[in-house]
T-cell receptor, first 113, second 113 residues
Framework: DAGITQSPRHKVTETGTPVTLRCHQT?????MYWYRQDPGHGLRLIHY???????DKGEVSDGYSVSRSKTEDFLLTLESATSSQTSVYFC????????????FGQGTRLTVV | AQSVTQLDSQVPVFEEAPVELRCNYS??????LFWYVQYPNQGLQLLLK??????LVKSINGFEAEFNKSQTSFHLRKPSVHISDTAEYFC???????????FGTGTRLKVLA
């Protein structure tokens, strides 16, 4: 494992409720990412971070916000969960622009009912 | 903008037979290329990568991929598959000097006894 912990691993929530997913890394890597994985779509980037308090949007950022107040933690928040946000969410980390590999967490399975 | 196409969503193959998983990409700039593997209920693991140099790259478990610039392809091959190779395989690209990875939609390899 690359020192990435996602929590929770599974969550069921109701439509309209806020949800926060946490990604914690022990590698001190600069870059962190949130992806969602859906059948037929592969992995799609939600948001990413290139440093503390430095974040940017990915291709499917609507309905999501992120925060990174410490190097080791990257939080993904669904402000008001919808059924279309039922998915498996993966966090990834990357050390630097020179180091090209991204390492992935185990995923969080979120179900919005 | 870059894109990645994995035309085969599922590939069934008998044990000890050869397999090829296809990946084509579209980019107006040079890119780094990756294959990731995802076993059931797990995150993605890097299988192999092409950055530069020799166009044939190999993994420790017998997979290889060849970068073909004229065909804009990075197909993954293995001469003899095992049951344990059953997984989903994702091709990804990232332009040098950027943070983002673009993933294909994945190919589910099912090895049959």
């Amino acid at each position: 494992d690359a020192g990435i912990t996602q929590s929770p691993r599974h969550k069921v929530t109701e439509t309209g409720t806020p949800v926060t997913l946490r990604c914690h890394q022990t590698e001190n890597h600069r870059y962190m990412y949130w992806y969602r994985q859906d059948p037929g779509h592969g992995l799609r980037l939600i948001h990413y971070s290139y440093g503390v308090k430095d974040t940017d949007k990915g291709e499917v950022s609507d309905g999501y916000s992120v925060s990174r107040s410490k190097t080791e933690d990257f939080l993904l928040t669904l402000e008001s969960a919808t059924s279309s946000q039922t998915s498996v969410y993966f966090c990834a980390i990357r050390q630097s622009q020179v180091n090209t590999e991204a390492f992935f967490g185990q995923g969080t399975r979120l179900t919005v009912v | 903008a870059q894109s990645v196409t994995q035309l085969d969503s599922q590939v069934p193959v008998f044990e000890e037979a050869p397999v090829e998983l296809r990946c084509n990409y579209s980019s107006s700039v040079s890119v780094y290329l990756f294959w990731y593997v995802q076993y059931p209920n797990q995150g993605l693991q890097l299988l192999l990568k092409y950055l530069s140099g020799s166009t044939l790259v190999k993994s420790i478990n017998g997979f290889e991929a060849e970068f073909n610039k004229s065909q804009t392809s990075f197909h993954l091959r293995k001469p003899s598959v095992h049951i344990s190779d059953t997984a989903e395989y994702f091709c990804a690209v990232t332009p040098p000097g950027t943070y983002k990875y673009i993933f294909g939609t994945g190919t589910r390899l099912k090895v049959l006894a």
